[in-house]
Nanobody, 122 residues
Framework: QVQLVESGGGLVQVGGSLRLSCAAS????????VGWFRQAPGKEREFVAA????????YYADSVKGRFTISRDNAKNTVDLQMNSLKPEDTAVYYC???????????????WGQGTQVTVSS
């Protein structure tokens, strides 16, 4: 399986931006679809965005559509999540996940990173 490490989280003010990165190792990353998920305190983990292995297809939760952009660089084995116009409700631990086959908007992924904290202050 592929190993994943997230980075780029931090504290940002409302309306600000952050760019999360998911770095992969262990397998040919270009064969994997990748998703970003988040979990806020006391809430269930939820889907944020996903990208197919060829980056031809991207998917977004309605709550982030138009504000977040997922992209990948298979040569660098990374998938990024650009987050703009951040809101307090975006505060959560963000996880990247990978799976062989098609991208999914549920959590049917077999490899997960350890997560990175994003805090949006008002």
């Amino acid at each position: 399986q592929v190993q994943l490490v997230e980075s780029g989280g931090g504290l940002v003010q409302v309306g600000g931006s952050l760019r999360l990165s998911c770095a992969a190792s262990g397998r040919t990353f270009s064969n994997y679809a990748v998703g970003w998920f988040r979990q806020a305190p006391g809430k269930e983990r939820e889907f944020v965005a996903a990208i197919s292995w060829r980056a031809g297809n991207t998917y977004y939760a309605d709550s982030v559509k138009g504000r977040f952009t997922i992209s990948r660089d298979n040569a660098k084995n990374t998938v990024d999540l650009q987050m703009n116009s951040l809101k307090p409700e975006d505060t959560a631990v963000y996880y990247c996940a990978a799976r062989t086959g098609i991208a999914r908007i549920n959590d049917d992924y077999h490899s997960w990173g350890q997560g990175t904290q994003v805090t949006v202050s008002s």
